[in-house]
């Protein structure tokens, strides 16, 4: 993951992305830096919606966050990257960067039982540092009007909650298949065995990822202060909220839907202004076509922006 190194600057990188002016797309470019609060090399990858067009100060940017087992690499290997590099140039895109980044195959993006440094102080680690480092080395924006995440299935989770909970920090996000879940995942264990009856993942798989997620969230207070659809619920206005677009499938294979209305009854009975898409046949793969219409919400959230 090396790539480029580091110390690689805005304009440098500036030039290699140029190489597409011509109209064809340039892919994103990957690297790695040494991370103080994490403590070893972190992955990541940037990629911008316009190589035509040189790089400039304070351009939008739009964090993407991967989904279990997924890396940095995940926008390109589930098809973003390629999403965004034909609907630019078709749909005269304005100018952003996305960066896309490492964390474990597992991690909720949260500080794991709250921890603030090491390895898996996720949240702290990108808030305080990473943003930072990709502001001051990229020179991308670095205010909350020009700034936004996006994310699958459980990346959808992260962006939505950190969004929602740094909301002074980000002006919209967009989610495929997020992992929201029906109930705090501290209720008891009937609720949830019921919950795992009634879709594919079952009871046995259920309780694997149940019991990864309570060892992030080490008690119920905890999982509350991260859950997006709590979260939500604590705005006091829709001026609060930032800008959302999420969707899912009536046959997510995680059952991901039950979450995705719960979250959306909320928006629903305030009258709250968001974008979303639920399909009834589609499974936790509709990503595959949505994610075009993703590409679609930044767009627009960047335009209205500028």
Excluded at 10 to 19: C, E, Q, S, T, W
Excluded at 87 to 95: A, K, Q
Excluded at 298 to 305: A, G, L, T, V
Aim: charged residues 20%.
């Amino acid at each position: 993951m090396g790539g480029l190194g580091a110390k690689l600057g805005f304009r440098a990188l500036g030039a290699v992305l140029l190489v597409a002016s011509s109209g064809l797309a340039a892919a994103p470019q990957c690297q790695s830096y040494v991370s103080k609060i994490r403590g070893g090399a972190v992955g990541f990858c940037v990629h911008r919606s316009r190589p035509d067009i040189a790089p400039m100060q304070n351009e939008p940017v739009v964090y993407f966050f991967h989904g279990i087992g997924g890396d940095s690499k995940s926008w390109i290997d589930n098809g973003y990257a390629e999403a965004l590099d034909v609907l630019s140039p078709e749909e005269n895109f304005p100018p952003f960067t996305v960066v896309s980044f490492d964390t474990d195959k597992m991690s909720f993006f949260s500080d794991r039982g709250e921890v603030k440094s090491g390895p898996r102080a996720y949240e702290t680690w990108f808030i305080t540092e990473f943003m930072p480092y990709i502001e001051k080395t990229f020179s991308v924006c670095g205010t909350r009007k020009c700034r936004g995440t996006a994310g699958l299935s459980m990346g959808g989770y992260g962006a939505l909650k950190t969004v929602l909970k740094h909301k002074e920090l980000f002006s919209f996000v967009g989610v495929n298949s997020a992992a929201i879940a029906p109930l705090n995942v501290w209720e008891n264990l009937g609720d949830w065995n019921a919950y795992f009856n009634r879709h594919p993942i079952g009871p046995w798989q259920g309780h694997l990822l149940l019991q990864e997620i309570r060892r992030i969230f080490t008690n119920r207070e905890m999982y509350e202060r991260n859950d997006p659809t709590f979260l939500l619920g604590g705005l006091r206005s829709e001026s609060e909220m930032p800008k959302i677009y999420l969707d899912v499938g009536g046959q997510d294979y995680f059952g991901f839907q039950e979450g995705f209305f719960r979250m959306t009854k909320i928006l629903d009975e305030r009258r709250w202004n968001y974008a979303s898409y639920y399909e009834p046949n589609g499974g936790h793969d509709i990503y595959q076509d949505r994610r075009w219409w993703l590409m679609r919400f930044i767009r627009d959230r960047i335009n209205e922006s500028f």
